[in-house]
């Protein structure tokens, strides 16, 4: 059973800076793509960054330009870099990760931005 556990969250002012790692139990270059996705309270899951296999990124267009989605291969994880963070970003963040089959989702990890 493949496990992802997400790691990075807190609670951070406005315009600050987090970063979340989430940690695969494998490898994960067996991954077609891994993505983070976020719930904010009442909301629907959403996604904000992807990257695929092959190295192509994408990323929602609230995110472009402040988040940064990479991998770490050896390390076996997948990150994701939060800069000029605003209160809107406030939600829970998941870790997504797909082959053919099937896809495998972490707990989640709570980003709160606020002063």
Known sequence: QEQLVESGGGLVQPGGSLRLS???????SRFLAMGWYRQAPGKQRDLVAILTAGGRTNSADAVKGRFTISRDNDKNTVNLQMN????EGTAVYYCNAAVLS??????????????
């Open 22 to 28: 989430c940690a695969a139990s494998g490898s994960i």
């Open 84 to 87: 000029s963070l605003k209160p």
């Open 102 to 115: 099937r896809e495998y989702w972490g707990q989640g990890t709570q980003v709160t931005v606020s002063s």
